[in-house]
């Protein structure tokens, strides 16, 4: 058996974690707190993985970030509402893996989708028709107001992140403030993975049922629902031959609570079992 150390993702069975604490404090001079999310400080981490025959360490560093808990069916009913209140506005994004020559020097590429057009395929409210009667009306009902949105693609997910940095850098401006922040953004699989193997302060569960995104196991951070509740999208794609799949992780309703659970789903996939939590890189003033 070779033992093997590489800087490739693979399947997640354990963790030696090193963050440098002094930085998991903000200090006074770095950015505001984000409504809703918590500070993860830089740190070190590797896995101990296994690859057919071969024993693999896999080592990472991650950079600090602001994490939100799952986004919610009222976030995401609000981001609905507003896309369909304005038609004619646009949602605009650089693609930095597409090239273009008639793009910028930089060779990024910039789509923009109407809000009606984005909005006719955000999310598939029927997710739960066969399954449970419980919650035929899940993303409407507002006595699940507060549970995790699911039946949303990756492509929905992103759309998400788009509005929301688009709308709080325009309210920014309107108050004569310097939009002084970064795009909110889906995690990648390190940053998903290093958040979630933070010490946890309740015992863990093995709850089969959805839950109140601030209920149940809570990490040190003061984030949730990493082994539970529903498994979610990362921007991580470590398949080079599935291009249009990006890594699930972490364990849901319908399956063992664990953490560690991963796999790749297709980026227009929309189940009852995966939803997604947003980030956004740290600034230091």
């Not at 006595?143 to 992103?158: C, H, K, L, Q």
């Amino acid at each position: 058996m070779k033992l093997l150390t590489i800087t490739t993702l693979g399947i997640l069975l354990s963790i030696n974690i090193s963050a440098q604490n002094e930085k998991n404090k903000r200090e006074a001079w770095y950015e505001s707190q984000p409504k809703g999310m918590s500070f993860i400080g830089q740190g070190t981490y590797s896995r101990t993985v296994f690859i057919k025959n071969d024993t693999v360490i896999y080592k990472a560093s991650v950079a600090p970030f602001w994490m939100s808990n799952e986004i919610t069916n009222k976030e995401f009913r609000v981001f609905t509402i507003a896309l369909k209140s304005k038609p004619n506005d646009s949602l605009c994004w650089i693609n930095h893996n597409s090239y273009d020559k008639t793009q910028t020097k930089n060779n990024k590429s910039q789509y923009c989708i109407s809000y009606s057009e984005a909005s006719n395929d955000l999310i598939d409210t029927t997710v739960f028709k066969n399954e449970n009667k419980l919650y035929k009306n899940y993303f409407n009902d507002k006595e699940f107001d507060d549970y995790p949105i699911v039946g949303v693609s990756y492509n929905g997910a992103m759309l998400f992140c788009i509005w929301k940095t688009k709308t709080e850098i325009e309210k920014l401006k309107k108050e004569g403030k310097t939009p002084y922040m970064n795009d909110y953004r889906i995690p990648l699989e390190e940053e998903w993975y290093y958040a979630a193997s933070m010490p946890m302060l309740k015992e863990k569960t093995n709850n089969k049922n959805l839950q109140k995104i601030n209920s149940g196991e809570r990490s040190k951070n003061s984030l949730y629902h990493f082994s539970d509740n529903i498994s979610e999208w990362t921007s991580t794609n470590t398949d080079t031959e599935l291009n249009n799949s990006n890594v699930v992780i972490g364990g849901s309703w319908k399956d063992d609570s664990d953490f560690n659970k991963r796999f790749l789903l297709e980026r227009n996939s929309k189940n009852n079992y995966v939803g997604f939590r947003i980030v956004r890189t740290f600034i230091s003033k």
